[in-house]
T-cell receptor, first 113, second 112 residues
Framework: SAVISQKPSRDICQRGTSLTIQCQVD?????MFWYRQQPGQSLTLIAT?????????ESGFVIDKFPISRPNLTFSTLTVSNMSPEDSSIYLC??????????FGPGTRLTVT | GQQVMQIPQYQHVQEGEDFTTYCNSS?????IQWYKQRPGGHPVFLIQ?????EVKKQKRLTFQFGEAKKNSSLHITATQTTDVGTYFC????????????FGTGTRLKVLA
């Protein structure tokens, strides 16, 4: 299984600002994923990030709001832009294992005031 | 679109009691995965089921995939306080794809 780290672990931000979340994996992976988990809720896939191509966004998520970078096979960033209180959530990155299982990072807890 | 519901939403049990969570999909699934998320933690992969009617065991945990591949269950025998957390199923309608839809989750509390 992969070891995944995320930065920051938590942050409190003012509305209208942007936050970039970093995800680092200890091995090279083809696909990385970004999820959102609102308090007490399930996980919702935001987008899939493949190295060397643009991210693929799920319904309800757009690139202008959640731009993603994937500069190499071990790293990705997710930016939450022009934040509002509704963006308060836990943001998780994950990578795919050999049998399509997912390994998650520890998450970034974002509070927007 | 595809929906994956879990029941119950919450369950409190006395330590030593059994626990079961049920996962139901609106569409036929190719395979299903189960994850555990401890309070304040991130989801951790437990197991994947692929075949119709498949049953897999991990110590006190028994996982089952329905014959019609539209439902699944996780049963814990003789719960322990370490079993506390939220259990999610995640299903996909297509094999070989990353697009898993996570279930609504069942939050388990174990009273010592």
């Amino acid at each position: 299984s992969a070891v995944i780290s995320q930065k920051p672990s938590r942050d409190i931000c003012q509305r209208g600002t942007s936050l970039t979340i970093q995800c680092q994996v200890d091995s090279q992976v083809t696909m990385m994923f970004w999820y959102r988990q609102q308090p007490g809720q399930s996980l919702t896939l935001i987008a899939t990030a493949n190295q060397g191509s643009e991210a693929t966004y799920e319904s309800g998520f757009v690139i202008d709001k959640f731009p993603i970078s994937r500069p190499n096979l071990t790293f990705s960033t997710l930016t939450v832009s022009n934040m509002s209180p509704e963006d308060s959530s836990i943001y998780l990155c994950s990578v795919e294992g050999q049998n399509y299982e997912q390994y998650f990072g520890p998450g970034t807890r974002l509070t927007v005031t | 679109g595809q929906q994956v519901m879990q029941i119950p939403q919450y369950q409190h049990v006395q330590e030593g009691e059994d626990f079961t969570t049920y996962c139901n999909s609106s569409t036929t699934l190719s395979n299903i995965q189960w994850y555990k998320q401890r309070p304040g933690g991130h989801p951790v992969f437990l197991i994947q089921l692929v075949k119709s009617g498949e049953v897999k065991k991990q110590k006190r945990l028994t996982f089952q995939f329905g014959e019609a591949k539209k439902n699944s269950s996780l049963h814990i025998t003789a719960t322990q306080t370490t079993d506390v957390g939220t259990y999610f199923c995640a299903g996909t309608g297509h094999s070989g794809t990353y697009k898993y839809i996570f279930g609504t989750g069942t939050r388990l509390k174990v009273l010592a």
